[in-house]
């Protein structure tokens, strides 16, 4: 594998699209299904706890309510979370100190310069790779007023990376011991290089050269800790045409029933984004939309942060910290001043920490438009790895502060947005429950309600059809149809998550590799591809008893045969990126 094979001219020529525009007339459209959809999930969930349990069969029926309620749970913080779009107004960029100091911040002297350092933590990476990201930074655009700087946070003991940075003039940060790893080599460098400001950008991060003219009029506003700019990935996946793909492996009857699919489907591709890498959902819609809270949070890269608010916070948990230890003498040595905290999720912790500040009401800001560009997880190792970290490192992160959630320093609207991101991952649980009651029902000709009738349908579809719309609406323009099917499939990832936290187990943090593996990934899947058999089995087993007349229920089967294939599809998505390998 080419380690720089991002350069190619297919990526290079490829360019970001717009932040998704929507009219007051949209978002009020969203507000009217989101409450509609609401009314009609507690109506449904009323009618499925008084009036539709089978009696026979609590031990399955009681489960399945159960699991509806908590997933309703997730609807509800998401049609909060989706609710506007309320972007910080831009500002022109400020010239000197005095546009952007902090309220008791001290400046010696008028019309002191902004000093901006972009810092680039690497940790064994590629240096051809970290030296496309040096070339990419010193083409930012700056004014006269600012010093701008580069750094290389280098726990790598590479003598090839330092050789890199020496015929680049970098300088390289280096430390003793690679403690906190990035959040650690990230406070190690604020007290070396001392900025005003730091850019914080991954080994494959490349920016663009307006990054800083648009992004640091925001900390005109002195109460504004850190901008947000979304991750963009230039190498995804395009796809392939549906026509012509089942034009290739069948013949002209596939193109002709494909170009038959796609008029009722509306155009369709195979391959495309096949790890369901693209971050415009999450960036655009779900973080873009916390605005309205002052809650977007830190994803790490692409990001620019006040240093004096990152040290006021870092200062005062530090003294919260040692007070509260027995042996505080022992805790002055002991206990780190984490500017950024030391955790396998450190930018969502420090974005919390930062918010929940008592002292000051900091302010974050997702910035809309994309400044960058990076690289995406190529093989199923290097992502699912990423997904599991991601995943525990949050679950982790509400188990360490959850007494946050009932004490003052963040506002309801803050601590809804942080909890439904902890609640999202609590799917994977639920999921257990809606992946496994077809089968049961397949199996067993049990069924969950005491029967699929025509109230069961009345309050079931129009909840289902009003919460699709709505979800509709708020994405428009953005493909989210394959963060749902994944949402399914990395199920198991995410409960292998959970396992480990609750045994303590602790969630290391691995980089993400930013080239493509070679091999066979299937082992990865094992469970997906095994439920993916069981459900053929039962759809095979149910099907032969319908036609032989042993069974009578056929508006059960049908449900559950739909419901079956539903999720066989969602479970194939992974098995498909397990099978993807990437052509040089």
């Given at each position: 594998m080419n380690e720089l094979y991002f350069l190619e001219e297919k990526y290079e020529s490829r360019k970001p699209e717009a932040p998704q525009v929507q009219s007051e007339n949209m978002q009020l459209l969203f507000q009217f299904f989101g409450v509609l959809t609401l009314m009609l999930g507690v109506w449904y969930l009323h009618y499925r706890w008084t009036n539709s349990l089978n009696y026979d069969a609590l031990w399955f029926a009681i489960p399945l309510a159960f699991a509806e309620t908590m997933m309703f749970i997730g609807t509800i913080l998401v049609v909060i979370g989706f609710w506007k779009i309320n972007d910080t107004k831009k500002q022109t960029a400020p010239k000197t100190m005095d546009e952007v100091v902090e309220e008791g911040q001290i400046v010696y002297y008028q019309d002191k310069k902004i000093k901006i350092d972009i810092y680039i933590p690497v940790f064994n990476e590629d240096p051809s790779l970290v030296r496309e990201t040096i070339l990419a930074a010193k083409k930012v655009k700056k004014l006269d007023t600012w010093d701008v700087c580069y750094y290389l946070l280098d726990d790598s003991d590479n003598d090839e990376m330092t050789k890199m940075a020496k015929e680049e003039g970098v300088p390289q940060i280096l430390r003793t011991s690679s403690k906190g790893r990035k959040a650690g080599a990230i406070t190690n460098a604020m007290d070396v290089s001392l900025g005003d400001?730091?850019?914080?950008?991954?080994?494959?991060?490349?920016?663009?050269?307006?990054?800083?003219l648009n992004?640091?009029?925001?900390?005109?506003?002195?109460?504004?800790?850190?901008?947000?700019?979304?991750?963009?990935?230039?190498?995804l996946t395009e796809g392939e045409e549906l026509e012509k793909s089942w034009k290739r492996k069948y013949g002209v009857f596939g193109e002709k029933f494909a170009l038959g699919v796609q008029k009722v489907m509306g155009k369709m591709k195979t391959g495309e984004d096949v790890f369901a890498n693209d971050p415009a959902m999450f960036f655009d819609v779900i973080q873009r939309r916390r605005n309205n809270y002052n809650a977007s949070f830190c994803c790490?890269?692409?990001?620019?942060?006040?240093?004096?608010?990152?040290?006021?916070?870092?200062?005062?948990?530090?003294?919260?910290?040692?007070?509260?230890?027995?042996?505080?003498?022992?805790?002055?040595?002991?206990?780190?001043?984490?500017?950024?905290?030391?955790?396998?999720s450190e930018d969502i912790y420090t974005s919390l920490l930062v918010h929940a500040h008592k002292q000051k009401e900091y302010k974050s800001v997702l910035h809309p438009d994309v400044e960058s560009k990076m690289l995406s997880p190529m093989d199923l190792m290097t992502w699912a790895a990423q997904r599991f970290r991601y995943a525990g490192g949050t679950i982790d992160l509400v188990t360490q502060e959850f007494g946050r959630f009932f004490k003052k320093g963040l506002s309801l609207g803050q601590k809804l947005m942080y909890f439904s991101t902890f609640w999202s991952y609590t799917g994977a649980i639920w999921l257990v429950i809606l992946l496994s009651s077809p089968i049961i029902f397949m199996f067993t000709n049990i069924a969950p309600v005491q029967s699929y009738s025509m109230d069961f349908f009345i309050h079931l579809i129009p909840f289902l059809f009003v919460n699709q719309v709505a979800l509709m609406i708020a994405t428009w323009g953005i493909n989210s149809n394959r963060g749902g099917q994944f949402f399914i499939s990395i199920s198991p990832i995410v409960l292998k998550a959970f396992w480990d936290v609750i045994r303590r187990r602790p969630i290391k943090f691995v980089v993400t590799s930013k080239t493509a593996k070679s091999g066979n990934f299937l082992g990865l899947v094992k469970i997906q591809i095994a439920l993916i058999i069981l459900y053929a089995v039962a759809i095979i087993y149910s099907t032969v008893l319908h036609l032989i007349g042993d069974r009578i229920f056929l508006t059960g089967y049908s449900v559950n045969l739909m419901w079956s294939l539903f999720n066989m599809l969602s479970l194939w998505t992974i098995v498909q990126a397990a099978m993807f390998k990437y052509k040089e």
């Open positions: 400001f730091i850019v914080i950008i991954d080994s494959d991060t490349r920016l663009f050269p307006n990054i800083l992004t640091m009029g925001y900390f005109k506003d002195d109460a504004v800790a850190w901008v947000q700019t979304p991750q963009w990935f230039c190498d790490g890269a692409t990001s620019v942060h006040r240093t004096s608010a990152l040290r006021r916070v870092a200062i005062s948990r530090w003294v919260d910290r040692v007070l509260e230890a027995k042996d505080k003498s022992k805790a002055i040595e002991e206990i780190d001043v984490e500017y950024i905290s030391f955790h396998t």
